[in-house]
């Protein structure tokens, strides 16, 4: 059970870090330090007050900066090179006492998973900005803080249901994926040259 915790927590990490890092670590952070999940000692420093208050002023920059329609997604692709690398560290240090093999395995699909959140927020959000209007922006976004919270929840709660939940997820990512990069490559063109902004696309059911 408590490998299946351990599992859980990296991957619950490393999930909620491609879309809200810094929120990640500072309720990890806090939950750890007021005794309320016991850390790993590889992740004892994400209780330290430096780390706290440094994710804190973050994670209210990043609160604000995902709610700016055009904005969001210049800090997401900032954030490519700072998520990614943050969501294997984290998954590597849930690991705890785990062998160094078993460390390095996490912190390499913790850096996978990572991506896969951080590509089809990013991507997401992209698509959502060929709007004018901000109120689909701000519902996106709105619903990222409660599935991060969520996520986390379910991480620390109840690990079975959440790597189940998971693995869902990261299958939704892999079909989306290449559709999100169609579309991203639609608009990029249009960017580059002159025309209508591409609407997201998405498959339609066949009568």
């Known amino acids: 059970m408590e490998s299946l915790s351990q599992l859980a927590l990296a991957g619950g990490l490393a999930w909620a870090s491609g879309i809200r890092l810094y929120a990640t670590v500072l309720i990890v952070g806090l939950l750890g330090r007021y005794g309320c999940l016991h850390l790993p000692d ?3 420093v994400l209780q330290h007050s430096w780390v706290l208050i440094a994710a804190g002023v973050m994670a209210v920059g990043e609160f604000l900066a995902d709610k700016l329609p055009g904005f969001d997604s210049i800090w997401d692709a900032l954030h490519t ?20 093999a078993a460390q390095m395995a996490a912190a390499l699909v913790g850096g996978i998973i990572t991506s896969g959140t951080h590509l089809a927020k990013s991507g997401g ?7 004018p209007e901000p109120f689909t922006n701000w519902t996106a976004s709105a619903g990222e803080d409660g599935l991060v919270l969520g996520g986390l929840f379910l991480a620390i709660q109840h690990p079975a249901v959440f790597l189940m939940a998971l693995a869902v997820f990261l299958a939704v990512v892999i079909w989306l994926l290449p559709k999100l990069f ?13 025309g209508k902004a591409p609407a997201p696309s998405l498959p339609l059911p066949r009568g």
């Open 125 to 131: 959000r992209a698509a959502i900005n060929t709007s």
């Open 81 to 100: 090179f700072i998520r990614i690398p943050a969501g294997a560290f984290l998954a590597w240090g849930a690991m705890g006492d785990a062998t160094p």
């Open 182 to 194: 169609r579309f991203l490559g639609r608009l990029f063109g249009w960017l580059a040259g002159n």
């Open 42 to 44: 590889q992740l004892l």
